[in-house]
């Protein structure tokens, strides 16, 4: 079974503070994704990585970053939170096909 | 890039009836079309998906249709179930690896 693991479920943060979510996977897949998930607006890709400290921009990069240092790890980071953050952060990792396996979500709360 | 639209936002059905959620692309170069399954707090999960090369697939009670002439393609769930409640998730690729999703249509399957 394929385990995609975000570090924490739920986190409330200030803004203005510097958050970082955390994921894993441990299927040695080449690919690993950001989504925000908003009601009514689906899953929108953040960032990407294809593979070790590449990164490619999504649809919403605005106010995020992300590092990958090693390749089962994909970091998201807001530099400085703010409330329009808040919300539910998946993260998943793709290997062939096409294929993409969702971690159980992050849900950022900014205050 | 790719847009993907879907159909309906909501829809009730009762159980036994049959679900259809239509989704439209834009780019005719995609060619791997997933459906997701997110149950309420859980991680959305595939559950069937089709490439360009085929126009139907079935797998029991679910089937996916693909018309690539109208770029729009549709999700059968047959003699709905309690556990079909859920939001569902269509989404296309032209084989980069980035998924573009739909915004999500939630199903409410009523004993």
């Known amino acids: 079974d394929v385990k995609v693991t975000q570090s924490s479920r739920y986190l409330v943060k200030r803004t203005g503070e510097k958050v970082f979510l955390e994921c894993v996977q441990d299927?040695?897949?080449?690919?690993m994704f950001w989504y925000r998930q908003d009601p009514g607006l689906g899953l929108r890709l953040i960032y990407f990585?294809?593979?070790?400290?590449?990164?490619e921009k999504g649809d919403i990069p605005e106010g995020y970053s992300v590092s990958r240092e090693k390749k089962e790890r994909f970091s998201l980071i807001l530099e400085s939170a703010s409330t329009n953050q808040t919300s539910m952060y998946l993260c998943?990792?793709?290997?062939?096909?096409?294929?993409?396996?969702f971690g159980a979500g992050t849900r950022l709360s900014v205050l | 890039g790719e847009n993907v639209e879907q159909h309906p936002s909501t829809l009730s059905v009762q159980e036994g009836d049959s679900a259809v959620i239509k989704c439209t692309y834009s780019d005719s170069a995609s060619n791997y079309f997933p459906w997701y399954k997110q149950e309420l707090g859980k991680r959305p999960q595939l559950i069937i998906d089709i490439r360009s090369n085929v126009g139907e697939k079935k797998d029991q009670r679910i089937a996916v249709t693909l018309n690539k002439t109208a770029k729009h393609f549709s999700l059968h769930i047959t003699e709905t179930q309690p556990e079909d409640s859920a939001v569902y998730f269509c989404a296309a690729t032209s084989n980069d690896y980035k998924l573009s999703f739909g915004a999500g249509t939630t199903v409410t399957v009523r004993a």
């Open positions: 998943a990792s793709g290997g062939v096909a096409n294929i993409q396996y």
């Open positions: 990585s294809y593979d070790v400290k590449m990164k």
């Open positions: 299927m040695d897949h080449e690919n």
